[in-house]
């Protein structure tokens, strides 16, 4: 008769070959790890070399680059960096260049490369979708936005336009100097408090706006975030802009039922309205 099987000498051998299949199982993924670390580092080096005519900036993270040290204020910290590296930087993340007052003014006034500029995940909140003069691409709408935005804004024109509430607004500053015969009078401030109270109602929304436009936001730099809006910049954005849509669309109503006004002339909001009417840009 042949000698009966041991049970331990199978149980031995089958605990060997499974510890024999999960060491190389971990040999192997040690290994690749170590191949997908090197090919990385490897296609890093490479791009980096490409990029030797680039200036110099701060040295930064593989795959963040310098994004985890910048600071809450972001053009406090690009002045930080513009007092180390002159005028003109590199930023490793996305090899982006930052320009300082000087360095900038002719590539941005000259290049029509630098006036198309990506928007910030804040800035399509507040401008709809980039329809804005600051963050729109290079092109007739931008030109006409520019055209309007320099001859009626920035006009005589839109002075006159506003003539009634700076007459106002400039009644009740003379009302309360003449109520403070007799005593020291600051004229600073009162014309700086005369000139804010022209503007009282968009003062809390704009403020707000300047904040959440210049928050970082990490969804800006990773195309993939900001549809999860991790840090509620877009939200925060949506809200402050609702509030001033609500002005803006009380303005155009009242615009639509009488575009002339007392004197007989057109108003910026109702010529406005013309264009986009027409489709003029």
């Known amino acids: 008769h042949p000698p009966a099987p041991n049970p331990n000498l199978n149980i031995q051998m089958c605990s060997a070959g499974d510890k024999t299949g999960m060491s190389s199982q971990a040999m192997l993924a040690t290994l690749a790890t170590i191949l997908c670390i090197f090919s990385f580092l ?14 110099p900036g701060p040295r ?13 204020n972001l053009h406090q910290s690009f002045n930080e960096l513009a007092r180390i590296y002159d005028r003109t930087q590199t930023m490793c993340h ?6 300082g007052k000087r360095g900038g003014r002719r590539p941005w ?3 029509i490369t630098f006036a198309n500029r990506n ?29 309007i935005f320099a001859r009626e804004m920035l006009s005589n024109s839109n002075l006159d336009a506003s003539y009634t509430l700076s007459r106002n607004e400039v009644k009740k500053c003379i009302r309360d100097m003449y109520g403070k015969v007799g005593t020291a009078i600051n004229v600073g401030v009162i014309a700086f408090s005369t000139v804010i109270n022209m503007i009282t109602k968009f003062r809390a929304a704009a403020m707000q706006l300047t904040v959440i436009l210049g928050k970082p936001n990490v969804s800006d730099f990773f195309p993939i975030l900001p549809r999860f809006d991790i840090q509620g910049v877009e ?3 949506k809200k402050a802009t609702l509030w001033i849509g609500r002005i803006f669309e009380r303005v155009i109503e009242r615009k639509k039922l009488g575009s002339v006004n007392k004197r007989g002339q057109e108003s910026f909001v109702a010529r406005t309205l013309c264009r986009h009417r027409h489709r003029w840009y």
């Open 235 to 237: 939200r925060e954005m």
């Open 109 to 111: 006034v000259h290049d």
């Open 94 to 99: 996305h090899k982006f260049t930052i320009f």
């Open 119 to 147: 928007p910030t995940v804040a800035a399509l909140a507040f401008s709809y979708g980039g329809n804005d003069i600051a963050f729109a691409p290079y092109g007739p709408e931008w030109r006409m936005l520019r055209k």
């Open 42 to 55: 490897w296609e890093f080096k490479k791009m980096m070399s490409r990029n030797y005519h680039l200036p």
């Open 60 to 72: 930064g993270l593989p795959l963040v680059g310098y994004l985890p040290f910048l600071g809450k």
